[in-house]
């Protein structure tokens, strides 16, 4: 007898796995597949085990100003594998919360590969399993860029599981995952080069806070080469790693990790026997409510290439389940959703960037404040931090917010509400400082 749901789930990340609660929350019969470790990318091999690889990193920063605060310590060593296990070791600790979460909400797990048998069928091995309606939330992968040699690098995927830290390293794009890795193994005494194809970090931010990043990374002792693509990567018989870019230059190094975009996996699953016509870059079609043009099949998250972060993969995830099985339609707004990079220091933004405020409303204004945080100051450190906002000049309100140095994460996240929300510099400007903090010049900027 087949095996039946109201509810079939392909992947069980984030994404996959809030949309599989809440629709049982509502009384389906819900089945998820999941090939690799319950969680996704998010938990196993991205946002989390990476965040704690950089608050380890950052400890290094602390450890050397340590002194200026009357702190004399003992020797300093530090050890990757503790490091690296203890993460490893946390992200086996939410993996099971996971699992429990589905189990606990009745939610039937298949670990194994599901792929689409036909209208409203669900391949898992050779079980065939009939669906009411399936949602694919199968994610990305990291892009491995097709030339000579290229297995020779490695990925994000493999960094965590790395045997020992290299003494060298080329990392090798020019975006999020790129700048948060070289600050990564800088801190940890890795000797980094970061490769960028294009003439600047971080395409899509605002200028001015990327190109903060750019100047304190080299101070940090980061070389960074712009306009640099490599061609073909060649291994030597002593682990020696040859790269040939280019025009020709060559780099020596003894890791190379491609941080060069994220491809959404959606190949293999039997798509295109059912009529889906993928995007150039392998995204699945949907409309605002994740619906593709079949009315049983629906995707969210990185697998549709809409924003390619957890928390809109979640949210995605619960307006399907409610709209499907909660009798409540809704969808997810796409504009001002905030995003962070945690680099050394990190940047955060929500918003249009000045450029794209200019483009789009003609009049703004900027305010920005260009300052030394206090622990930096008494740590003898050059190292400025940058806030910037954005305002339309017709209606005065408050349009993108964009800042780098310590914490700005946790700082925008109550700036996000304010750009959401649709509030004013006047309103900003009313509120009372709350000193000494480097968040008050949110409220000081003139």
Known sequence: MMDSFDYFVIGAGSGGVRSARIAAGHGAKVGIAEEYRVGGTCVVRGCVPKKLLVLGAHVAED???AGRFGWTLGEQRFDWPTLRDNVLAEVDRLTGIYQTTLDSHGVTTFHARATLGGPNEVMVGDRRIRAGHVLIATGARPHRPDIPGAEFGITSNELFHLERLPRRALIV??????????GIFNQLGVEVTLAVRSDTLLRGWDRSVADRLLAIMVEKGILVRLGTCPERLVKRPDGVIEVVCAGGHRLETDLVLWATGRVPNSAGLGLEALGIELSASGAIPVDAASHTSLPWLHAVGDVT???QLTPVAIRE???LADTLFGGRPWTVDHANVPSAVFSQPPLASVGLTEAEARNRLGSVRVFTSDFRPMKHVLAGRSERALYKLVVDAATDRLVGAHMIGPDAPEI???????VKAGLTKAQLDETVALHPTMAEELVLMR
């Open 317 to 319: 995830g619960h307006a």
């Open 173 to 182: 794009g020019g975006g999020y995952i790129a700048n948060e890795f070289a």
């Open 412 to 418: 925008l996240q109550a700036l996000a509400v304010a």
């Open 63 to 65: 450890l050397h100003d």
């Open 305 to 307: 290439d809409r924003l």
